[in-house]
């Protein structure tokens, strides 16, 4: 007989839940058993109510003693069970409040190392739906499910293992009404589990619509006149309500069936009527039928906790799904210690760097470029052309899909990422303050910075004075008193990379949140600060970096002309069209031969 490959078995594969509660899982089966084991001792006295009514049809001499002793331990066992309900609770939501936290440090920690690539393919809703709802849809399931599990599964458990005791012809029949229940919530939950996945789509299809609305309000009330909602907010709108209805039709009748089988009085009621029957049939005493009577009914609370956590579960299961993919998502490598390398020197090199962010979407093809060190290179081109790409590929907010780049003769992927960021400033499209101080935004790479340091910075972007004229100074706080526009934002941020005195800058449309009375300021500054340094520029003015060393012109992610400004007009090609057309990059692309 051949022995199976230990090494070709498939390992076995965790579900979503089942790895996001690893770290906290040993607290929650403690608290289930606690719960459990409390929910037992509460129905303790059910028990003991059937016990001092067979007392009280007794001797009298001897009922009263025992009727005491009868109340102080179903007293006792209340009191106990409550208190270990209560210890299973206060452990859960421990549980719950580590979870929460292990779960949000992580996500934020894994999303800092993914590549800006795999922001661009994802709505900002999406990784909103993971990183808030879907982690407080976790909470019912760390702090409340386990422990609800663990109450009803031990009162079903106790009472059934009371009731089998008494007489098991009885018990039988009393559970004949949950069994029933059983069968229609099985149907129910087949009806409804093909339009599950048609409904937790139409939630993030909403979360990512009401994102879309409220950045793009201002637009819609100036266009439209009203506060109606865009096209694409109604349509989710509409298309969570058909998914809703979808979910929800298949469980009305069966669910309706259900409860109504698992009501106390239908359970009474059979009790009540095969207990007569039982007791005409000399096959117990009347007082035997009382146990039932009281512990019976009991059991359809329990149940229907039940019921209503396995619906939970369905969601919790979902939300685990999208968290585990968030955790999941592949980092950008970064190197091991015997790869490691420092640069020799500033100069950088493109050689043969491709990038794709998928099959559909190839964004640079072969660029093959030189800057050398104290030199400005400025990138060109028409939107699109893959200008931006060029400059993150270099800060390597995500890496070549082909290719390499190299700062001082070594591959920036062998770089560690903090000694990289020493060499390569940036100050991009994009602005991103921190809610701090001003001063703490400018520092924000060098925190051991003077105040000195920080101001003489800021002069250099042209942003001390504006700084100055702040309630507090360097000290208001970014969104409170510290109310900046898009220009005063930018020369922000470029006052944090001048601090940095890096040797490389990128300067991605830097200047295109300025005013025209700071632009030029603010480009005799960088023109000061770029002395001695290798500075890339992605320009959208052609008249801002007419002066720079060389000019690559980028034309569908190739590199089409380069040159001097004079050589590239000279050449009459597609910079001297873009040119003509009055210096800007966002015309209209139409053919020119390559120079």
């Not at 390398?341 to 493109?350: D, H, K, L, Q, V």
Request: net charge neutral; hydrophobic share 50%.
């Amino acid at each position: 007989m051949e022995t199976p490959d230990p090494a070709s078995a498939k390992p076995k594969v965790r579900g979503p839940i089942s790895q996001l509660l690893k770290p906290v899982r040993g607290r929650l089966i403690i608290a289930a058993m606690l719960a459990a084991v409390g929910a037992m001792l509460t129905l303790l006295p059910l028990a003991v109510i059937a016990h001092i009514a067979r007392l009280a049809l007794s001797d009298a001499d001897m009922a009263q003693t025992q009727v005491w002793w009868a109340v102080t331990v179903g007293l006792a066992s209340l009191c106990a069970g409550l208190l270990l309900i209560a210890a299973s609770e206060l452990l859960a939501h421990l549980a719950d409040n580590r979870l929460t936290h292990h779960l949000r440090v992580a996500i934020a920690q894994r999303l800092s190392r993914v590549p800006l690539g795999w922001f661009t393919s994802r709505a900002s809703g999406e990784v909103k739906q993971a990183m808030q709802d879907d982690i407080n849809t976790l909470h019912s399931l760390t702090a409340h499910f386990y422990t609800t599990l663990g109450r009803a599964g031990g009162a079903i458990l106790i009472a059934l293992i009371y009731l089998f005791a008494l007489d098991w012809r009885l018990a039988i029949v009393s559970l004949l009404p949950l069994g029933g229940f059983f069968l229609f919530f099985a149907r129910a939950m087949k009806a409804s589990e093909a339009n599950m996945q048609a409904f937790a789509a139409g939630m993030g299809r909403i979360d990512n619509a009401v994102v879309e609305f409220v950045n793009g309000i201002a637009v819609v009330k100036s266009f439209s006149g009203s506060a109606r909602a865009p096209r694409s907010y109604r349509d989710a709108v509409d298309a969570f309500a058909e998914a809703f209805v979808g979910f929800t039709r298949p469980l009305v009748a069966p669910m309706a069936n259900a409860n109504a089988l698992i009501a106390p009085v239908t359970v009474l009621g059979m009790v009540l009527v095969f207990g007569t029957v039982f007791v005409g049939l000399g096959w117990m005493e009347p007082l035997d039928v009382l146990p039932f009577a009281l512990v019976a009914p009991g059991l359809c609370g329990p149940l229907l906790l039940l019921h209503y956590i396995t619906h939970d579960l369905n969601h919790a299961t979902g939300a685990a799904r999208r968290v585990q993919t968030l955790l999941d998502t592949p980092v950008l490598e970064q190197p091991n210690p015997s790869e490691q390398a420092s640069p020799n020197g500033n100069e950088i090199r493109f050689e043969r760097v491709s990038y794709a962010y998928d099959a559909e979407r190839r964004v640079l093809a072969d660029v093959n470029l030189t800057l050398k060190p104290g030199t400005t290179t400025a990138i060109v081109g028409y939107s699109g052309a893959g200008k931006s790409t060029l400059a993150r590929l270099l800060l390597r907010f995500f890496d070549p899909t082909e290719g390499r780049i190299t700062l001082g003769g070594v591959d920036i992927r062998h770089i560690e990422s903090s000694s990289l960021y020493r060499h390569i400033g940036f100050v991009l499209q994009e602005v991103r303050l921190i809610h701090a101080s001003v001063r703490d935004n400018i520092a924000l790479g060098r925190p051991s910075a003077t105040r000195q340091e920080i101001e003489e910075a800021a002069r250099t972007a042209n942003i001390h004075e504006r700084i100055l004229a702040l309630p507090r100074g360097y000290d208001a706080v970014i969104g409170e008193d510290a109310q900046l526009s898009g220009g005063e934002q930018q020369r922000l941020s470029i006052a944090r990379a001048v601090l940095l005195d890096p040797p490389v800058l990128v300067l991605d449309e830097a200047t295109a949140a300025a005013d025209a009375e700071s632009e030029v300021a603010i480009q005799e500054a960088l023109s000061r600060f770029a002395e001695g340094r290798t500075l890339l520029v992605i320009a959208h003015r052609l008249d801002t970096v007419m002066h720079a060393d060389q000019i690559i012109v980028l034309d569908n992610g190739t590199v089409h002309e380069q040159g001097s400004h004079q050589q590239l007009l000279a050449c009459k090609g597609l910079y001297a069209r873009l040119w003509a057309q009055g210096g800007y990059t966002d015309s209209e692309q139409q053919a020119v031969p390559s120079c």
